[in-house]
C-alpha cells in the first residue's frame, strides 16, 4: 500500500467537490453544500484564494482530502493552521490516511512557525472524536462557536 500526500492542484477541483459532497452525506448535510465547481476552482486556486487543499492518494487515487487556511492568535501573536475540512473515503478509512493527512498539517504548521493547529468536529462524530483525542488533540469545551450567513449576514452588513 502506497499513501502519500500532495498540494491539491486545479485539475483536482472536480475531485474535491466531490470530496466536499460525500462528506456532506456523511455530516447529514448535503442539503447546505452550495459550491460548485467554479468555486472550487476560485477558491482554492485562483488569484484570490487564501485556503488550500491536500490530496491523499493510494496508489495514485485519491481516497482523501484537507482543506485549511491559515488563522491569527492575538493571544499568541503567532498564526495558527486551521483545518476546515478531513476527510477520508469510508472504504479507506482505518489505513492511517487521516493520521497522515494530519501529520503532514502538523508539520506544515510547525514549519510556517504557527502557534497552534485548530479544527472543528460534530459533537455526535464519535469515531472522529475518538480518533483526535487518541492522538493528543484536546477539545475547547469553553469557546462556543459562532456564525452568521446568507440574509442574516446581508442584513447585518447592510444595517
Not at 23 to 49: C, S
Not at 80 to 93: A, F, I, K, M, T
Request: glycine share 8%.
Amino acid at each position: 500500500m502506497n499513501l502519500h500526500i500532495r498540494p491539491a492542484k486545479p485539475s483536482d477541483a472536480s475531485q474535491i467537490l466531490a470530496f466536499i459532497t460525500e462528506l456532506a452525506d456523511y455530516e447529514k448535510a448535503r442539503h447546505e453544500v452550495k459550491a460548485n465547481l467554479e468555486d472550487i476552482e476560485n477558491t482554492l486556486f485562483g488569484k484570490q484564494a487564501t485556503a488550500q487543499a491536500l490530496l491523499c492518494l493510494r496508489d495514485e487515487q485519491p481516497i482523501g482530502f484537507a482543506v485549511y487556511f491559515f488563522s491569527y492568535s492575538t493571544w499568541l501573536g503567532r498564526n495558527g493552521l486551521y483545518l476546515e475540512d478531513l476527510y477520508v473515503s469510508p472504504e479507506h478509512r482505518g489505513i492511517g490516511a487521516g493520521k497522515l493527512l494530519l501529520k503532514h498539517l502538523a508539520r506544515e504548521a510547525c514549519a510556517k512557525g504557527c502557534g497552534r493547529l485548530e479544527w472543528s468536529v460534530l459533537d455526535w462524530n464519535t469515531p472522529a472524536i475518538e480518533f483526535y483525542q487518541s492522538i493528543g488533540a484536546v477539545p475547547q469545551d469553553e469557546w462556543i462557536r459562532y456564525r452568521m450567513e446568507g440574509e442574516v449576514l446581508k442584513k447585518f452588513a447592510e444595517g
